[in-house]
């Protein structure tokens, strides 16, 4: 078939494998990212990645051996206590488990490896896409040159400026908050902390609140603390971000009533503190297709955290198209059956994601986690 000339916008987990299986098949697309380099930012802590959708995403991309080296099996535990501290259920048989943990850092840093240079342009963020009336599309830049591409890939998560050019959806607030801290060396420096979160997803969940703890490489311990909150309540006051000392301090006050215990894994987090809004676009998000455009991951279904789908999609996106971009004859019929297969598979789990966000920041908020970290178990260990 007559190759389009393909531009993927954002380099996360999506944008990165579908780039890398592209190459894979001898099409080298180009990747704009806007961060200036690998260090901009810390990419967060642990994703789970599912045999179905991640592992499966990295088969196709030719990396399973090096992502052995970096998953983590041991850490599939999982345990829920109420806000008191008393321990309701532990999982801590991780045998024949097989969604492994892996850093997201060194998820990226695997995929960046694997793209021979001069693929990603790193500082290359997208202010605006111009259709030229070819049936192209001029991508432009803050601050560089324009491009012209026949298929852009918006792979540019949550606030896509490449979505705006096939949906007018936006994301929609949660009514959920996450503050993101952590803790380094926890073994050594907080063993008992550390003994409390095991090795593994550990919620302490209690007055439509929780405290997440999740165990990353290097013995880190990530911590979410997560309410109900208005959208704007940073700018409100509700944090005081004077200091990561009053941040710290004013995070816990939200916790009021919760043992000292618990408030520790706050007290004892780093100074890197932030806060988070978590927003979805709408249920069954789809747009009519358009040649030349399309999205992958957040930018096509962003979903709440809760069932831990997003990057494990956002990565079958990027393995799905990139195949049905080298099979087909017909480069612009192989986009449009890769969205009408990515609606329908992505549909469920934004369903399940928004029920999951809703139900756990309610009243019987534990009764609901008791009941899906169940089912997840049973998954994990059939999978
Ligand atoms: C608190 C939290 C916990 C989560 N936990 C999990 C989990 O356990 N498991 C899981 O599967 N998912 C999880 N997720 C979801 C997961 O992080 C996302 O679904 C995933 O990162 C989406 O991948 P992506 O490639 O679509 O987009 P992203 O990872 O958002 O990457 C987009 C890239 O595009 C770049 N970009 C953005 N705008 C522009 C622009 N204008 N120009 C150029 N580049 C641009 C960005 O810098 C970024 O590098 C979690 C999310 C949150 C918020």
Not at 255 to 268: A, N, Q, S, V
Not at 302 to 330: K, R
Request: hydrophobic content about 40%; proline content about 4%.
């Amino acid at each position: 078939m007559q190759k389009p000339r393909i531009a993927i916008i954002g380099a996360g987990p999506g944008g990165l494998i579908l780039a890398r299986i592209l190459h894979l098949h001898g099409v080298n697309a180009t990747v704009f990212e806007r961060e200036t380099s690998y260090a901009t930012r810390p990419q967060g802590g642990s994703l789970d990645m599912h045999q179905e959708s991640g592992q499966y995403a990295i088969e196709c991309a030719n990396l399973t051996a090096e992502f052995h080296r970096i998953a983590r099996y041991e850490d599939q535990e999982s345990r829920i206590y109420d806000m008191h501290g008393n321990l309701l259920l532990i999982d801590d048989d991780v045998t024949g488990k097989n969604r492994p943990e892996v850093d997201r850092g060194q998820l990226r840093q695997m995929l960046l490896e694997s793209l021979p240079t001069g693929i990603l342009r790193w500082g290359h963020d997208l202010r605006s896409i111009e259709p030229n009336g070819n049936g192209t599309f001029e991508l432009i830049f803050h601050g560089k040159a324009s491009e012209t591409f026949d298929l852009v890939v918006g792979a540019d998560g949550a606030w896509s400026r490449v979505r705006p050019l096939v949906s007018q959806a936006q994301p929609v607030y949660s009514g959920v908050a996450f503050v993101e801290c952590g803790i380094d060396d926890v073994d050594a420096r907080h063993p008992e902390l550390a003994r409390m979160a095991g090795r593994g997803l550990t919620f302490f969940v209690g007055q439509s609140k929780a405290l997440i703890a999740h165990r990353d490489a290097n013995a880190h311990l990530g911590i979410y603390a997560a309410l109900r909150a208005l959208e704007n309540w940073i700018e409100q006051g509700g944090l005081d971000l004077s200091s990561p000392h009053t941040t710290r301090a004013s995070l816990a006050l939200h916790f009021h009533g919760w043992p000292d215990k618990l408030l520790e894994m706050i007290y004892r987090s780093g100074d890197r503190i932030t806060p988070r809004t978590i927003h979805a676009l709408p249920i069954g998000h789809r747009w009519p297709n358009r040649p030349g455009v399309t999205l992958l991951g957040d930018a096509a279904h962003l979903m709440s955290p809760f069932g831990g789908n997003g990057a494990n999609l956002a990565m079958q996106d990027g393995a799905e198209l990139a195949l049905a971009l080298t099979h087909a004859q017909d480069w612009r019929s192989a986009v449009q059956a890769y969205e009408e297969a990515m609606f329908t598979r992505a549909e469920p789990c934004a369903a399940q994601a928004w029920e999951a966000i809703d139900q756990v920041f309610s009243d019987d908020g534990l009764t609901h986690i008791l009941q899906s970290m169940r089912e997840h178990a049973r998954e994990g260990a059939t999978s």
